[in-house]
T-cell receptor, first 111, second 114 residues
Framework: GEDVEQSLFLSVREGDSSVINCTYTDSSSTYLYWYKQEPGAGLQLLTYIFSNMDMKQDQRLTVLLNKKDKHLSLRIADTQTGDSAIYFCAESPGGYQKVTFGIGTKLQVIP | DADVTQTPRNRITKTGKRIMLECSQTKGHDRMYWYRQDPGLGLRLIYYSFDVKDINKGEISDGYSVSRQAQAKFSLSLESAIPNQTALYFC?????????????FGPGTRLTVL
């Protein structure tokens, strides 16, 4: 079945860049997503990338996709304390299918 | 107003009790999902429904049941709660546009089973 893996924890200093990594197993993944969960809240979509793209940039966020290695990363430039949250990687194959989530990476930003 | 609401937001109950968690949405989406979140285990799918007449088991459906009362309502029941069902429960909705499947989450229900 589908599997999405990510590390549990990342700690960075305010102003530095954060890189959160994810690997997935489903070669039919069509869209890959990054969700953000702030304390006490549900998940919210942060950004996504279509599988025929290698990179997507959106302000401070850069998503890199290596489809050959099934590796996805999220880079947050100039990390702020407000970026402290849990970040979930997720993938969905094409067609009438559900989304598979990773376990989430907790990002701690040290002032 | 929130697009996906969950009630209650917090619940403490005892082993063996029947519990219902409710989810309502105003997004007009056909698809609804129930997940539970546990530390170190992430988000796991309990049940999902792609329309009012469609109910499917997720990866951890044992001990749970669901009812899709209307397009806007999807409830999760624990017939006889046990302590390892203590978790944070999320309802989500989506409207698939081609292969794109963004999910919209409610605020969660924190359930404690003593």
């Amino acid at each position: 079945g589908e599997d999405v893996e990510q590390s549990l924890f990342l700690s960075v200093r305010e102003g530095d860049s954060s890189v959160i990594n994810c690997t997935y197993t489903d070669s039919s993944s069509t869209y890959l997503y990054w969700y953000k969960q702030e304390p006490g809240a549900g998940l919210q979509l942060l950004t996504y990338i279509f599988s025929n793209m290698d990179m997507k940039q959106d302000q401070r966020l850069t998503v890199l996709l290596n489809k050959k290695d099934k590796h996805l990363s999220l880079r947050i430039a100039d990390t702020q304390t407000g970026d402290s949250a849990i970040y979930f990687c997720a993938e969905s194959p094409g067609g009438y299918q559900k989304v598979t989530f990773g376990i989430g990476t907790k990002l701690q930003v040290i002032p | 107003d929130a697009d996906v609401t969950q009630t209650p937001r917090n619940r403490i109950t005892k082993t063996g009790k029947r519990i219902m968690l409710e989810c309502s949405q105003t997004k007009g989406h056909d698809r609804m999902y129930w997940y539970r979140q546990d530390p170190g285990l992430g988000l796991r799918l309990i049940y999902y429904s792609f329309d009012v007449k469609d109910i499917n088991k997720g990866e951890i459906s044992d001990g749970y049941s669901v009812s899709r009362q209307a397009q806007a309502k999807f409830s999760l029941s624990l017939e006889s709660a046990i302590p390892n069902q203590t978790a944070l429960y999320f309802c989500a909705t989506s409207e698939q546009q081609g292969a794109y499947n963004e999910q919209f989450f409610g605020p969660g229900t924190r359930l404690t089973v003593l």
